[in-house]
Every structure is written in C-alpha cells, then in structure tokens.
C-alpha cells in the first residue's frame, strides 16, 4: 500500500496561513456544500482537476480533498485568489451518522481524533504546526444530491477536520501537497494524498 509522501524539513512556512476563527468555520462548511455538487462535476471525485473551477467565486478558492488514496490534478487559478483546502475532513450527516447534533458532533470528532499524521507542502517546503490548525464547522444542512446516501438532502450536516487558508501565490507555476493518516502509521485504516499542480493566472 502507498504511504503519505514524507515532507521535506525545513525551518520555515513558505507561505502565511491566515488568520482561524468564525471564517474559517463557515468555508469548512462551504466545502462540506459540495455534495451538493453532481458527481460528473464534483471536484472532490475529479481525478484531474478539470472540475476544479465549478462553483468557484469570491476572493477564496477551494481546493477539494478526496476519499482516499492517491490523486493528482492540475488546476488553473486566478491571481489573488486565497486557496483554503482540507488536509483531511469528517463530514458527518443526519440521519447516516447520527439523529442529533451530539451523535453527529461525535461521530465527526470520533473519526478527525483518530489523524495520526498531517504533513502539507507548497513549493516542496513544509509548512509547520499543522494540528493547530483543526476546525469544526457551524451545522448546516444540504439538498438532493447524488453524492451521499440520503439523495434528498440532510437537514443536519457538521464537517471537522485540519484546514488551511493560504496567502495568494504568485502568478507562477506551483505545487501544493497534503496528506494525512488515520489509525496506526504502520498499518493505517484510511489515508490519503494530494497534489495539485497549480498555474496562477493574471495581472
């Protein structure tokens, strides 16, 4: 089985992390929103990137996680744009993970405590501390969808997980790359990696 790429050491962030707080909660769970986005455009199943830009907009651009394993999309982004992404997210729904929104809470933080490795890298230098950066979404809710097991939507929705917000890049050519495990390192029961090549375009 492949193993979360090993990020090289370095003694500094290449990039700013933004500021956390009630922002960073509410894009959490405007990227758990995208289950409501069709499976043949949903960019967290594209293995490509060529879904990257549906439903993009604003001054902050969403690059998806996946389900697991190995994927690799090259995306184009527009100058100016803060990329905020996932290095690896629980979204818990009514009624699949629970009836309530303690069972849901529980049911997210059950699977987001059991990350047993996080490593992240723009440019091939790591960026650093990245379990300060966890964040539990406000509740939400989502429509008919044919992503989940509820095609109808789901009145109760919370996302946890690590999430990062990043500066703009330069109008270059990039390389973001996140991975994560969950359960025992040497034997895990879910992991995943990321990487997108990125072109930033503009004035």
């Keep these: 089985m492949a193993r979360a790429f090993r990020a090289p050491l370095r003694d500094a962030d290449p990039r700013l992390l933004l500021s956390a707080g ?6 959490a769970l405007g990227q758990g929103k995208l289950i409501e986005t069709p499976y043949d455009v949903n960019p967290v199943v594209d293995q490509t990137g060529e879904h990257a830009a549906e439903g993009q907009s604003g001054k902050v651009w969403f690059l998806a996680g996946n389900f697991g394993g190995e994927t690799v999309r090259t995306v184009t982004v527009p100058t100016g744009k803060a990329l905020y992404f996932p290095i690896t997210t629980y979204g818990a729904w009514e009624p699949t993970d629970g009836n309530t929104e303690e069972e849901l809470l529980a049911t997210a933080k059950f699977y987001t405590d059991a990350v047993t490795e996080l490593e992240c890298t723009v440019d091939g230098v790591a960026l650093r501390d990245l379990y300060t950066y966890r964040v539990m979404s406000p509740f939400g809710a989502f429509g008919p969808n044919d992503m ?6 789901s009145d109760l929705l919370v996302a946890d997980g690590y999430w990062l917000l990043l500066a703009p890049l330069s109008a270059s050519q990039h ?3 996140f991975s994560a495990v969950l359960g025992p390192p040497d034997d895990p029961w879910f992991w995943l990696h990321v990487k997108y090549n990125v072109t930033v375009e503009g004035n």
């Design 148 to 153: 989940t097991d509820v095609p109808n939507g």
């Design 22 to 27: 009630r922002e960073l909660q509410a894009f």
């Design 175 to 177: 390389v973001i790359e």
